[in-house]
């Protein structure tokens, strides 16, 4: 539930992406949930969306195909590599605001060496694509970070100011 792609690894097998029903649930039953039900700034400007490894996928996800609901993403250690040639295409597929803003990050140490120059290639690459499309994007190298929760936590007095700036 959180690729939004289909794709096959030797690790995971063959995975049904159903991530797209995900975020339709969220934009179109928890948000106007919470819009009726508290006092927020329901507006685009005001709506952002963060995660971390396949919700840090989904994330960056969400403010590609959902840049008319999310203008804000953090994108923390994103698994994009199960999945380059289709974040790819979602990227040149769709228009984007001007003012969308981007957090990405990725730690030195989150793969086997053998795994950790590409996985690093393609995060930046997503990051550098994205910011040749306009998106105000900050790419965060973690030295020696790891793909786990205490690294990634280190990371949100990193995003969160960037994002609401």
Known sequence: EYSPY?????????IRGTGDVTL?????????????HYRTWWH????AVAGSSMGGLMALYALLRY??????????????GFN?????????????HAD????????????SPRYQSLYTKNVTAVARTLADK????????????????????EEVPLWMPFLWL
């Open 134 to 153: 306009g998106f105000c994007t900050q790419l965060h190298r973690h030295e020696r970070g790891t793909h786990c929760e205490a690294c990634w936590e």
């Open 67 to 80: 840049n008319d609901y999310f203008s804000k993403a953090a994108a923390i250690s994103p698994s994009v």
């Open 84 to 96: 380059m040639p289709a974040m790819e295409a979602e990227i040149e597929r769709n228009e984007y």
């Open 24 to 36: 339709q649930w969220l934009i179109h039953e928890v948000k106007p949930h919470i819009d009726r």
């Open 100 to 111: 969308t803003r981007l957090f990405v990050s990725y730690g030195t140490r989150e793969q």
């Open 6 to 14: 289909d794709f096959t690894s030797r690790r995971f097998g063959s």
């Open 44 to 47: 685009r400007e005001a709506t």
